[in-house]
């Protein structure tokens, strides 16, 4: 975890102020993976890995931005709307203008920026730095928005700015997390339960391809477009649907011959990943784990073959771990094409595990995967 001592010895020293400190957390998503964006359900915590800035206003129409863990530094008018060569700080510039898009200017601000969250394994590193500087504008700004506003305004900077059309789970989960509990979301309506998450004897365990294949970001888009035409096809059909959350198997089923076989594969995972949630969240209040397990290798082989966001690397660690002693499950997580496997386990294997996977990735890639242990956390706040 990143000190508030040496945040504020980078900060004084770069800038002669005093700072505020802020963090938001990486996020793991338990299963319901590309269901947000199609207003479905997803089961997402916030794990103890953050995304840390110092930050105060700068007393101008400037801002500057230092990213530590890039060696990079950025400056820029604080009312612009151009995007910045250093792609990293357009997610700032991103917040920026949906706050001035609700009618908030915000002044400059100098700001270090500080992250545990490595990029590229499916943990949500943009969502928690879109998060982190969101909550932070509102509290140094006391600008007044309630956490939801705040998750949108963070959704708006990806979809808008960057491009990427994303759902909302990320950043719902970087900024409402809770410890020891997952959110348990409705990405229609935004209604959420927390359900308590209570491991025993088990953990959560991360493995980290190490890779991300360069068609993440495009074919992500191009999923989203494909369930869009699912559903144009059941409304052209009569069927009062807004989304692929309001389709059933039956209903699917009944249009099979009128799509294409890949428009079905694709809506055919999302009906069932939202079923198996259900499942999962029910399992795991039940302690059941291997019920639990076997749903998440499930969500996987779905991602695999039907939604077609999985890679080699991917497959290969849920793979190895079938069967091996101390495992219960696990799949791919994220948007795909690269990032982390999600691994159920039991605590007192999780050496032996770590050492056989390396071992088989060693083998096959040529690199040992880096592991995390999954642990829970609160969501946004200063600190």
């Known amino acids: 975890m990143v000190s508030t001592a040496s945040l504020k010895a980078l900060f004084e020293a770069e800038f002669g102020q005093s700072p505020l400190f802020f963090r938001s957390p990486a996020r793991i998503n338990l299963i319901g993976e590309h269901t947000d964006y199609n207003e479905g359900f997803v089961l997402p915590a916030g794990i103890d890995l953050y995304c840390t800035i110092a930050i105060a206003p700068s007393g101008s129409n400037e801002c ?110 970087s900024i409402h997390a809770q410890e020891n509990k997952a959110i348990k979301l409705d990405c229609r309506s935004l209604s959420f339960d927390y359900i308590p998450l209570a491991l025993g004897q088990n953990k959560l365990l991360l493995f980290d391809t190490m890779v991300k294949h360069e068609l993440a970001s495009s074919e992500y888009n191009t999923r989203r477009e494909e369930c869009n035409a699912v559903v144009s096809c059941l409304q052209n059909l009569g069927h009062p649907v807004q989304s692929l959350r309001g389709v059933d198997m039956t209903m699917l ?16 995972y999302v009906v069932e990943e939202n079923s198996r949630l259900n499942s999962f969240a029910e399992a795991v209040s039940k302690n059941d784990w291997h019920e639990a397990g076997t749903i998440l290798y499930q969500s996987h082989e779905g991602l695999k073959n039907e939604y077609e966001v999985s890679c080699t690397e991917l497959d ?62 609160n969501g946004a706040s200063a600190f």
């Open 64 to 173: 500057t931005l230092v990213a530590c863990d890039l060696e990079e530094r950025v400056s820029f008018d604080a009312h612009a709307d151009i995007k910045s060569e250093a792609f990293w700080a357009n997610y700032i510039l991103g917040v920026r203008r949906a706050f001035r898009k609700r009618g908030i200017n915000l002044p400059g601000v100098n700001a270090v920026i500080r992250s545990e969250v490595p990029v590229g394994a499916g943990l949500s590193s943009s969502a928690a730095l879109e998060s982190v500087f969101a909550y932070a504008f509102n509290e140094l700004f006391s600008c007044g928005l309630s956490k939801i506003e705040l998750t949108k305004i963070a959704q708006e900077s990806e979809n808008e700015f960057i491009g990427l059309q994303c759902g909302i789970m990320d950043m719902f989960a």
């Open 253 to 268: 089923s009944a249009i099979q011959s009128n799509i294409n076989p890949v428009l079905f594969k694709r809506a055919k």
């Open 316 to 377: 290969m660690l849920v793979d190895a771990v079938r069967g091996m002693d101390g495992v219960w499950g696990a799949r791919m997580m994220g948007g795909g094409f690269g990032g982390c496997t999600l691994n159920l386990v039991e605590e007192s294997k999780v050496d032996a595990i770590v050492d056989q996977v390396n071992g088989l990735y060693l083998k096959s890639f040529g690199l040992k995967p880096k592991h995390y242990i999954a642990g829970t956390c």
